[in-house]
C-alpha cells in the first residue's frame, strides 16, 4: 500500500511499574517486573513521508532505520512529529512508548515488514523490564518473563483487568526518578547480590496478585498489592530514604491507608505514585478527603484513570 500522500498516527497507552518480583541472577534468569496500562498521558506520535528527512529519535536510531531502508531499496524520506507525550523520569514509562510508536508508524509509513520482535530490538527497550513493550503491544496486567543474556523480557503473562478498578495517580511537580546512569549504576550495584525476598515476591505474585484479578478480588488484590509494595521497597532502601520518592505523597499515603485503600504504591522510581479503588466515584470521594486534609500541598497534583486492556493504536489520515 502506498502512503505517500497519507500520515500514519499511532496512539500507545502509558504503563504503571509495580515492581520488581527479582533482581539478581536465579536459575540463570535476572529481573522480572510487573505493572499496567493505563488510559491516561497517553503517547501520539506521527509519521509521513518528505522530502527531507526530520525525526525527534536519537541518531543511533535513525541510522539503524537508514540502514534498513538501504537493505530494502527503499529510498523514501520520512518526517516523525510527536502529538502528545507524557513527563518524562516520574514513572509512566514515556521512553520505551514514544521509542517503539516512532518505529511502528515507520514500519507502517514505509511498508517495511519489519516484525514485532525486529522492531523492539530496533527500539532498544527492555534493559532490565519488559512492562513498558508488554503494556505497548497488549495493554492490561503484564507480568514479564525475567531477563535472559541480551534478549528483551518477554511478556509471560497478560491479563485484562477489571474495567471497574479505578486508580488515582498523585504526582510530585517538584521531583524527579532516577534515570541513565543513576539507574544503571543502581541496578549494577544490586544485580549480584543475593536477595532473599525474591522468593516472597513470587509467591505474592503467583498466590496472590495473579488470581485476584482473574476473580476480580479487589479486596484481595489491594491487601496483596501492599504487602508486594512494602517489600518490594527494601530494593530501593539505598537510593531512596523511604518506600516514596516524594515526602509529600509519602504522608498521603499514609493516610489513605489507614482510611482503609491498601492498594498503594510508587510506579518504578516515581515520584508517580497510584491508590487503587474500587470505583470512579469511590475516587472522586477520596480526592476530596484528600485536598481538604492537605491543602498546604501545592506541588501535588491528582488525576482518576482507568486501565487500559489494549495496546497500541494506529490509523492512517
Known amino acids: 500500500m502506498n502512503f505517500s500522500d497519507k500520515k500514519v498516527i499511532v496512539d500507545s497507552p502509558a504503563r504503571l511499574h509495580l515492581g520488581f518480583y527479582g533482581i539478581n541472577k536465579d536459575l540463570d534468569y535476572s529481573f522480572g517486573s510487573i505493572g499496567l496500562a493505563i488510559n491516561a498521558f497517553r503517547t501520539v506520535v506521527s509519521a509521513k513521508s518528505v522530502k527531507k528527512s526530520q525525526s525527534s529519535l536519537s541518531n543511533v536510531k535513525v541510522d539503524q532505520i537508514n540502514q534498513i531502508l538501504k537493505n530494502k531499496n527503499i529510498n523514501k524520506n520520512y518526517a516523525l512529529e510527536i502529538i502528545n507525550s507524557p513527563p518524562k523520569h516520574i514513572g509512566l514509562g514515556s521512553g520505551t512508548q ?6 511502528h508508524a515507520i514500519n507502517i509509513l514505509l511498508n517495511l515488514n519489519l516484525s514485532k520482535d525486529e522492531c523492539i530490538q530496533l527500539s532498544s527497550r527492555g534493559k532490565r523490564s519488559g512492562i513498558g513493550i ?9 507480568v514479564d518473563g525475567c531477563k535472559k543474556g541480551r534478549l528483551y523480557p518477554k511478556t509471560l503473562f497478560n491479563l485484562k483487568f ?3 478498578w479505578h486508580i488515582i495517580l498523585i504526582n510530585d511537580t517538584s521531583r524527579r526518578g532516577s534515570f541513565g546512569r543513576k539507574e544503571s549504576e543502581f541496578f549494577d550495584r544490586k544485580k549480584n547480590k543475593i536477595e532473599t525476598i525474591n522468593k516472597e ?3 505474592i505474585l503467583m498466590r496472590g496478585l495473579f488470581p485476584s484479578i482473574l476473580y476480580k478480588d479487589f479486596s484481595n488484590f489491594c491487601d496483596n498489592l501492599h504487602r508486594y509494595q512494602k517489600m518490594t521497597s527494601r530494593f530501593y532502601k539505598s537510593n531512596q530514604k523511604d518506600t516514596y520518592l516524594s515526602n509529600d505523597i509519602a504522608k498521603i499515603i499514609r493516610f489513605v491507608t489507614n482510611s482503609g485503600f491498601k492498594g498503594v504504591g510508587q510506579s518504578s522510581w516515581g515520584p508517580l505514585s497510584y491508590i487503587f479503588v474500587e470505583s470512579k466515584a469511590e475516587a472522586e470521594d477520596l480526592i476530596k478527603a484528600m485536598e481538604s486534609k492537605f ?3 501545592n506541588n501535588l497534583n491528582y ?6 486492556n489494549t495496546g497500541c493504536k494506529h490509523k492512517i489520515i
Open 162 to 164: 477489571p474495567k471497574r
Open 201 to 203: 515476591l513470587s509467591f
Open 134 to 142: 508488554g503494556t505497548f503491544y497488549n495493554g492490561g496486567f503484564i
Open 98 to 103: 514514544l521509542s517503539l510508536s516512532f518505529i
Open 303 to 308: 488525576q482518576i484513570v482507568e486501565i487500559s
Open 295 to 297: 491543602k498546604v500541598y
